[in-house]
Nanobody, 115 residues
Framework: QVQLVESGGGLVQAGGSLRLSCTAS????????MVWYRQAPGKQREWVAS???????TYADSVKGRFTISRDNAKNTMYLQMNSLKPEDTGVYYC?????????WGQGTQVTVSS
C-alpha cells in the first residue's frame, strides 16, 4: 500500500517560516520524481517545486528564492523549507510522487499565512 503523508503545516505570520515534510511508504522513493503542489481557496491546484531522483530542483517563479525543496532518500522523505512567507502562500500543500505512469498523492497539509 502506497502512502504519502505530509506534515508541518500550520498558521504563521507573514515573513515567517515553515518546513513541510512528505514521508513515503510502499514505493522505492529514490526512483520517484517528487513534487509539491498547493491549492488556495477557490483556485486551481498549482505546481510549486519539483526535485528529481538526483536532487535537481526547479521552482515556480512565485516561490523562487524563498522556498527550498530537498529530499532524503534514506528517510523516504521530501521537504519544503518555506521562508519569507506571504499571505498569498496560504493554501493546502500536497506532495506528489511520480514515475513512468505511476502517480501518487498525499492528503495535504494546510498552510495559513496571516498578514
Amino acid at each position: 500500500q502506497v502512502q504519502l503523508v505530509e506534515s508541518g503545516g500550520g498558521l504563521v505570520q507573514a515573513g515567517g517560516s515553515l518546513r513541510l515534510s512528505c514521508t513515503a511508504s510502499g514505493i522505492i522513493f529514490s526512483t520517484y520524481v517528487m513534487v509539491w503542489y498547493r491549492q488556495a481557496p477557490g483556485k486551481q491546484r498549482e505546481w510549486v517545486a519539483s526535485i528529481t531522483y538526483g536532487g535537481s530542483a526547479t521552482y515556480a517563479d512565485s516561490v523562487k528564492g524563498r522556498f527550498t525543496i530537498s529530499r532524503d532518500n534514506a528517510k523516504n522523505t521530501m521537504y519544503l523549507q518555506m521562508n519569507s512567507l506571504k499571505p498569498e502562500d496560504t493554501g493546502v500543500y500536497y506532495c506528489n510522487g511520480h514515475q513512468f505512469g505511476l502517480d501518487y498523492w498525499g492528503q495535504g497539509t494546510q498552510v495559513t499565512v496571516s498578514s
